[in-house]
């Protein structure tokens, strides 16, 4: 299976930081990558499919880029909202498979 | 807009079956893809499995000689069987909507899935 490498697991920032999640594949996955969002007590949100393309409804502060087995999601300016757990997902190969996770946390 | 509901029993004794069923409305489950994705408290996601409209199955390996999942086109439900339930299959259980979108990639269109509606999820606990 492929292996999807969050980092970091965690990280503190401020309202209005930018903020970037890196999302490393065991093996190539062209541009068959999202993104979600979790908050406790939460189904996952979908903010980012195909690598790049934002999901209708997402605010434009989310973005995501990368190709071939390294990923990022970039949230430009941080909002109290956005404070959340963060999922990367392959759809490239089955079984597909997340990342273990981001937890953004407020500094 | 879709809506997806899971229900079942919250509570399964180990070595008994797991068994839910994911209610669709608002849209016809008779056009895409759906899957079953579980996450054991304080823990991340795992894709269970899919099923699309016709009745193919992909199933996750880790658990294929457990798992069914089927569907029923007449009542806009999809449902999963799991067998031989232990502690460790106690998990939040969700399902959701495969969607797809092709794109170009070095001479090739390829299919990029991804679950963009989802269920509330249910909580099953396995304790004797």
């Known amino acids: 299976a492929i292996q999807m490498t969050q980092s970091p697991s965690s990280l503190s920032a401020s309202v209005g930081d930018r903020v970037t999640i890196i999302c490393r594949a065991s093996?190539?996955?062209?541009?068959?990558l999202g993104w979600y969002q979790q908050k406790p007590g939460k189904a996952p949100k979908l903010l980012i499919y195909a690598v790049s393309t934002l999901q209708s409804g997402v605010p434009s502060r989310f973005s995501g880029s990368g190709s071939g087995t390294d990923f990022t999601l970039t949230i430009s300016s941080l909002q109290p909202e956005d404070f959340a757990t963060y999922y990367c997902?392959?759809?490239?190969?089955?079984?597909?498979?997340f990342g273990q996770g981001t937890r953004v946390e407020i500094k | 807009q879709v809506q997806l509901q899971e229900s079942g029993p919250g509570l399964v004794k180990p070595s008994e079956t797991l068994s839910l069923t994911c209610t669709v409305s608002?849209?016809?489950?008779?056009?895409?893809?759906w899957s079953w994705i579980r996450q054991p408290p304080g823990k991340g996601l795992e894709w269970i499995g899919y099923i699309y409209y016709s009745g193919s199955t992909n199933y996750n390996p880790s658990l294929k000689s457990r798992l069914t999942i089927s569907i029923d086109t007449s009542k806009n439900q999809l449902s999963l069987k799991l067998t031989s339930v232990t502690a460790a299959d106690t998990a939040v259980y969700y399902c959701g909507r495969a969607a797809g979108i092709n794109y170009y990639d070095s001479g090739n269109y390829y299919r990029a899935d991804y679950f963009d509606y989802w269920g509330q999820g249910t909580l099953v606990t396995v304790s004797s």
């Open positions: 608002g849209g016809s489950i008779s056009s895409s893809y």
């Open positions: 093996q190539g996955i062209r541009s068959d």
């Open positions: 997902l392959q759809d490239y190969d089955y079984p597909w498979t």
